[in-house]
């Protein structure tokens, strides 16, 4: 059809030309030396002498340059010349090439094809077997089914097996990609993951001390009074030095080949008092009420960070009044909660990133629990639900 580009035939493979010629040029010279299959003499042989066998030689040397480009094609057209070629006196270079191209047609054909060949010459081999056997009642019949096996299913099951092994180790290919695929997926996961719990752990420890930091630092300013700013220089050092020290031990945990620091000990919700005390001193009005019992670590460690991220967000954006934290325990579950007054301001006592909040809805997330954080009516909630199942996680 016009319009249509016209289909190129494959281009053969370096080596399939090398093993054409080669198999020309042996058949050539045993046609010279006129070596042969058969004798002319031969009942099957209709055209007598050595150089008729040249024409099947010649077209079998073509199938070999499609052996891997076509192989169904070439195996058809090698099936009609080689039964042409029992109309001559034979030539073995066109026998081993037929092999060569039904192994080829096994080994790089599609599955199928391979497949359907095999049972094909498998029948032939046993039909070459039987059937001269049962007419002429001779042993010597039985080499017919030999040679059909040599030439037709001995080349087919070599294929077969090669490309069985050929395919597995294939397999075993794509298979060691995609594991070392899903071990970069999960080294990286890994490393983003490690990442985030560095970050969470960097803000709430230091985030809290620089909060104090600044409030009081502005409030040593702007109160022209020794008495408050004595306080307020207190304060400050206070934090200082304790953000300093945790500071300190971070970097020497996150340090590798570094053991002349301890992780520090993972805060409980026993020390939540403190925390509450700390926040007073920074001029909050606190109240504290838990009714929690035993909690699983993991949920323990998550509570009281999620409880310090509050105070500290209340210290740095409440309005003057008080602020209540609440922990109970209901069912399955630990249910926090930290009221702080909303409302309008001139600005946040310190500057903050809404990291805290973020770290606050992970710390829940990690749990399978549940994090919100908005303002209901006058009142800043943070509200948590941390399953106690989840000490696995």
């Not at 045993?30 to 008729?52: E, K, M, N, Q």
């Not at 790089?108 to 039909?127: E, K, N």
């Not at 985030?196 to 300013?221: K, Q, W, Y």
Request: some cysteine.
């Amino acid at each position: 059809m016009e319009g249509m580009p016209a289909r190129r035939l494959p281009r053969p493979h370096r080596f399939d030309v090398c093993v054409a010629v080669g198999g020309l040029l042996g058949g050539l010279l045993l046609a010279a030396i006129g070596l042969s299959t058969r004798r002319s003499d031969d009942p099957i042989t209709l055209f007598d002498g050595p150089w008729p066998v040249l024409l099947p030689l010649t077209v079998m040397a073509g199938c070999e340059l499609l052996r891997r480009a076509a192989p169904r094609t070439a195996l058809t057209v090698a099936g009609v010349t080689v039964t042409a070629d029992l109309a001559t006196q034979g030539s073995l270079a066109t026998v081993l090439m037929f092999t060569d191209v039904m192994y080829a047609a096994v080994l790089y054909g599609p599955l199928t094809s391979a497949r359907r060949i095999q049972w094909i010459t498998g029948l032939l081999t046993v039909a070459g077997t039987l059937v001269p056997f049962a007419v002429w009642r001779v042993p010597g019949a039985l080499l017919i089914g030999v040679v059909v096996g040599a030439v037709a299913y001995g080349p087919a099951a070599t294929g077969w097996i090669v490309r069985d092994h050929r395919d597995a180790a294939e397999a075993a290919r794509l298979r060691a990609e995609q594991t070392a695929l899903l071990a970069e997926t999960d080294r990286a996961q890994a490393v983003t993951a490690e990442r985030a719990r560095m970050a969470r752990e960097l803000h709430d420890m230091v985030a809290n001390h620089l909060s104090a930091i600044a409030i009081h630092s502005t409030a040593a300013l702007s109160i022209d009074d020794p008495d408050t700013s004595r306080r307020a220089l207190t304060v400050i050092r206070e934090n200082s030095v304790e953000g300093l020290v945790e500071m300190r031990r971070m970097i020497g945990i996150l340090r590798d080949g570094s053991g002349e620091r301890e992780p520090a000990a993972a805060p409980t919700l026993d020390g939540l008092e403190a925390l509450v005390e700390g926040a007073r001193a920074g001029g909050l009005d606190v109240s504290l009420d838990a009714c929690h019992g035993r909690v699983p670590t993991p949920v323990e460690f998550a509570a009281y960070r999620i409880v310090q991220e509050a105070l500290t967000n209340a210290l740095k954006h409440a309005c003057p009044g008080r602020v209540t934290v609440g922990l109970v325990r209901r069912g399955g579950a630990l249910d926090l909660r930290v009221c702080s007054p909303y409302g309008h301001r001139d600005g946040p006592r310190a500057p903050g990133s809404g990291a805290g909040l973020v770290g606050m809805r992970e710390r829940a997330a990690l749990l399978g629990g549940t994090f919100a954080a908005g303002p209901e009516g006058s009142r800043w909630t943070v509200h948590a639900v941390l399953p106690l199942e989840g000490e696995s996680a």
